[in-house]
């Protein structure tokens, strides 16, 4: 998909949003009345704010891509999985908008203004309630291919990927895994050498169902 469709398509966001595809959603294969601990939400604790920026730009032959990164290894619960730049909002920021473009700035050394970007609105907030967030995703457009630098205390690599792969006929594959001692399964976007799970294929479903409508 070319740069401007994909502007074109985005510059309005429809209300209601179109849903992303529900083969995305992971589902614990336990028994009946069985609820694995991390799909409840601990009774006392509210869950948290936090922002995403889906972040969409022109590559070198004006295709639409977008911006993710893998998570470094280690024993942290994210560990090597794909997501966006984003995270928990702080104190004083203008949230979500103003935490989702601060994380870039510290995840990937995104400068907004160099890179023209302009932001459009917001998708479906995502309850992800392994990590007690209530995720807001912030869809921005760049003007240009932005400079990025990742951190490496928080990003192994910068992933950036035509958002055809995720536009409603892009393939899904159905995984069965093992996380956290429960059995899931759950669909996957498969991107290269990696497979897109969870919250971010969700966001990333619902963009393409978006793109889709155009």
Do not use: C, K, N
Not at 81 to 109: C, I, M, N, Y
């Amino acid at each position: 998909m070319r740069f401007e469709e994909a502007r074109r398509r985005l510059i309005t966001l429809p209300d209601p949003l179109p849903a992303g595809p529900h083969a995305l959603d992971p589902v614990a294969i336990v028994e009946p009345g069985e609820v694995p601990p991390w799909a409840r939400r601990p009774a006392g604790e509210p869950p948290r704010d936090a922002a995403v920026l889906v972040l969409i730009y022109p590559g070198a032959d004006r295709e639409a891509h977008l911006v993710l990164i893998e998570r470094p290894a280690g024993d942290h619960r994210h560990a090597g999985q794909v997501s966006f730049p984003g995270g928990a909002a702080d104190p004083g920021d203008d949230f979500p908008v103003g935490t989702a473009l601060r994380e870039a700035a510290e995840e990937v050394g995104l400068d907004a203004e160099a890179a023209g970007v302009e932001v459009i609105g917001r998708l479906g907030t995502v309850d992800v309630r392994v990590s007690g967030f209530l995720l807001v995703p912030i869809v921005a457009v760049a003007a240009r291919d932005p400079a990025l630098t990742p951190d490496p205390r928080e990003v192994a690599a910068i992933l950036r990927v035509p958002v055809r792969h995720f536009l409603p006929q892009a393939p899904i594959e159905i995984v069965e895994a093992e996380r956290d001692g429960w059995r899931l399964r759950y669909g996957a976007f498969p991107v290269g050498e990696h497979r897109i799970w969870g919250a971010t294929a969700r966001v990333l479903g619902q963009l393409g169902a978006v793109l889709g409508e155009g």
